[in-house]
């Protein structure tokens, strides 16, 4: 994985130009070039990881939750873990000391894993493979009425990232598109969702509904007005469906990671 990430940092700093003269004129990839990474022997269990154009900063979280934001991959797809993995916890405070801005402000939400999964590689000296397994998986299509979807006002070819926030079971969304949905979907169903829609344009949209058992299609709706379960609250919102099947799904195997020494 991490020639992998390597790889995708280098296409992205060509442009995936093929012309010579047009790759000399993309700037390259941004990194974070001051990282402080420290030991947190709270007692606290409560993490928190916010994300700026210039700035990561991660506080009383394992390894497995940089992992997460690093690959984009649930915990559950990760393999070879060592046991200090999940149980020590670090704080983590990295900045792109001389940004240019017009770059940096454009980046990919995989260009930004890949400026995490930098400070893996150097920090923990974080080894790592794909392995692609065939699982039971969530295909995201359109519902039987068409979808219910608001057409943003960003560009569907634009390069620019679209804005997701989600808080507990309430998600917003700016210029998105479905495979961004899908593959944020993936978490609290904790399986992996595929975009079968179809759909390629960025659309605006608000997601509401309840979390308890979920993963059965069942929500506890003693609440008169609690929103439905997440099945049906994309069915009933966006208009669209998750229909079970299987697929190929990647994998991340841990082959060597190490302790950092703390700055």
Not at 2 to 23: D, I, W, Y
Not at 71 to 87: C, H, K, Q, T, V
Not at 193 to 199: A, E, N, Q, R, S
């Amino acid at each position: 994985m991490a020639k992998f990430l390597l790889s995708l940092t280098l296409v992205a700093s060509l442009g995936c130009c093929r012309n010579g003269a047009a790759q000399q004129l993309t700037p390259p990839m941004p990194a974070y070039d001051a990282v402080v990474i420290k030991l947190n022997n709270g007692l606290g269990r409560g993490t928190h990881v916010d994300m700026d154009d210039t700035t990561f900063r991660a506080t009383n979280v394992p390894l497995k939750h940089l992992l997460v934001n690093a690959f984009g991959i649930r915990e559950g797809l990760m393999f070879g873990l060592p046991a200090w993995a999940d149980s020590l916890r670090y704080d983590v405070s990295a900045k792109v000391t001389d940004p240019d801005m017009k770059v940096v402000s454009h980046l990919s939400r995989e260009q930004r894993q890949a400026m995490i999964a930098a400070i893996l590689i150097d920090r923990f000296h974080l080894k790592t493979h794909i392995d692609l397994k065939t699982l039971p998986v969530y295909e995201l299509v359109v519902a039987k009425d068409g979808p219910k979807l608001t057409a943003s006002a960003v560009a569907a070819d634009s390069t620019a990232p679209g804005n997701m926030n989600v808080h507990n079971t309430d998600m917003t969304a700016t210029g998105v598109t479905l495979s961004d949905l899908a593959g944020n979907l993936s978490f609290p169903l904790d399986r992996t969702v595929i975009d079968k829609t179809g759909l390629t344009g960025r659309y605006d949209f608000r997601l509401q509904w309840t979390a308890d058992n979920v993963v059965n299609g069942a929500a506890d709706n003693s609440a008169a007005d609690a929103p439905p379960n997440l099945f049906t609250a994309i069915e009933e919102q966006l208009g669209l469906k998750l229909q079970p099947a299987k697929g190929p799904v990647e994998t991340l195997v841990v082959d060597h990671v190490e302790q950092p020494t703390e700055n």
